[in-house]
């Protein structure tokens, strides 16, 4: 009933700029805590950023003042702002939400992850 999905990865300049998007669709009651994660090339998912409903933000500090989280909940859509990108930061990112939806007037709630969109961040 639910599908997440980001985009707006690809290749990027060091010192560049980068927004990711994770959308989320179907019979979506409301969206709450939502992160990022990475995954680069031979290594370990890791936190990036997390954004709860209430608005509290955080982030790693390998992004602290680089990346920003956001959200547009008229659109559903989660967002990762990402400046003065490194080649470090070069990692398939991750959008992974709790959402609740409804199925039939039945108010369920479940984690959801998206497929992933690779960013690359050429020196």
């Known amino acids: 009933q639910v599908h997440v999905a980001e985009s707006g990865g690809g290749l990027v300049q060091a010192g560049g700029s980068l927004r990711l998007s994770c959308a989320a669709s179907g019979s979506i009651v409301s969206i709450n805590t939502v992160e990022w994660y990475r995954q680069a090339p031979g290594g370990q998912r890791e936190l990036v950023a997390t954004?709860?409903?209430?608005?509290?933000?955080y982030a790693a500090d390998s992004v602290k003042g680089r990346f920003t989280i956001s959200r547009d909940n008229t659109k559903n859509t989660v967002y990762l702002q990402m400046n003065r990108v490194k080649p470090e930061d070069t990692a398939v990112y991750y959008c992974?939400?709790?959402?609740?939806?409804?199925?039939?007037?039945?108010?369920?709630?479940?984690?959801?992850w998206g497929d992933g969109t690779l960013v690359t961040v050429s020196s």
């Open positions: 954004l709860t409903s209430s608005g509290t933000t």
């Open positions: 992974h939400a709790e959402i609740d939806y409804s199925v039939d007037g039945v108010r369920y709630g479940m984690d959801y």
